[in-house]
């Protein structure tokens, strides 16, 4: 089975929202998603991208199935004051079926040559410690986990508290 | 009386921004390795040679976040100049880019955030914080993401009393990097 990864386009934004709710149904938090393709489409691929993306797609051969996404990559492009221009790795997804073909490989290789090609010098992202088998992944990869190495925990300031903070009395 | 401004910051600040990354850098630098055997408190002279040194130039901070497409942006505080009017200088400093996540779309992403001590303790860090709280409100994001270390206690308390969740230690996040050489290696395929 040939895949070939390529940048994501507008039209593929249904079936990329199809993948991403499969994650969160998956997880049971299909409720916890609050945005739709039409949002994905307008911060991806209006004026000013909010993101970057790359798909893993079934070579044009097999016609009878030609355009279906097996996997994506989503991420953006972010700055560190240590090493200045950096990418972020939001989500790496394959389909379960076809797991286990290296197509997670070919989608991190893309990720890879766009970081570089950039002038980026580090490739960030975030794993659920619960996550053994993405763990193992990365780890062998040769990922360092920041975490556990340096003590880095992610802090989120949510919607309550961004209002107190900016004063609109709520 | 102390009056102070939060601005955004502008091409010809660089230079100060560069010098205010040094010194948050250093500050952190202590934090990350001050629970580490390895940490040698001599060596702070000797920072400039330590592995989280900071490698950005002023260059690099002028094409990055003031070209077409800026990879960050920043917020400046600034003080009047003692006995000069019309003269200022920084003596803070906030940086942040707009992050996405697939479930909720945007978020504002807080990298880096400090005062020079001598000038903390006069609301400056809860006026920037306002500011970008704002900025978020105003951009349609969700939340705002930072990272701490965990044994930077004052910061921790800082934003746990300003409403911030620890996503680590709730739900189990750990921030993972592949650095440099590891890019590489992956986009060569191997």
């Known amino acids: ?170 | 009386m102390s009056c102070f401004r939060i601005r955004p910051a502008e091409p010809q600040d660089c230079p100060e921004i560069l010098r205010l990354i040094k010194y948050s850098v250093k500050t952190a630098t202590i934090d990350e390795t001050s629970n580490s055997n390895l940490f040698i408190r001599q060596e702070l002279a000797a920072y400039e040679n330590m592995p989280n040194a900071v490698k950005l130039t002023e260059k690099d901070l002028l094409e990055d976040g003031f070209g077409e497409h800026p990879f960050y942006h920043c917020l400046i505080a600034e003080v009047p100049k003692e006995g000069q009017t019309g003269s200022s200088c920084i003596v803070g400093y906030a940086m942040y880019y707009f992050t996405y996540d697939p479930w909720i779309g945007k978020l504002l992403y807080l990298e880096d955030f400090y005062v020079m001590e001598p000038y903390r303790g006069l609301g400056i860090g809860s006026e920037i914080l306002k500011r970008l709280s704002q900025i978020a409100i105003k951009t349609n994001c969700s939340c705002m993401h930072f990272l701490v270390v965990i044994w930077n206690k004052p910061s921790i308390e800082y934003y746990v009393r300003r409403g911030a969740l620890d996503l680590s230690t709730e739900e189990g996040w750990h921030l993972f990097r592949f650095d440099k050489e590891n890019l590489l290696r992956m986009a060569s395929g191997e």
Not at chain 1, 102 to 111: A, W, Y
């Open chain 1, 1 to 170: 089975m040939e895949c070939i990864i390529r940048p994501a386009q507008s039209a593929d934004c249904d079936h990329l929202m199809g993948m991403i709710r499969e994650i969160a149904e998956y997880h049971k938090l299909l409720d916890e998603v609050k945005i739709n393709s039409q949002v994905l489409r307008v911060d991806g691929f209006g004026g000013d991208p909010f993101y970057q993306c790359l798909v893993a797609e079934l070579a044009r051969e097999q016609e009878n199935k030609q355009g279906h996404l097996m996997g994506y990559a989503l991420f953006f492009f972010g700055y560190s004051v240590n090493t200045g221009r950096i990418v972020y790795l939001e989500n790496l997804y394959v389909v379960s079926e076809f797991r286990g073909r290296g197509i997670g490989k070919k989608l991190m290789t893309e990720v890879a040559k766009v970081a570089l090609a950039r002038g980026c010098a580090e490739l960030k992202f975030t794993v659920a410690e619960w996550n053994g088998r993405a763990l193992a992944w990365y780890r062998q990869l040769g990922a360092q986990d920041k975490t556990e190495a340096g003590g880095w925990h992610c802090v989120e300031l949510g919607g309550e508290a961004l209002h107190r903070l900016a004063g609109d009395g709520r």
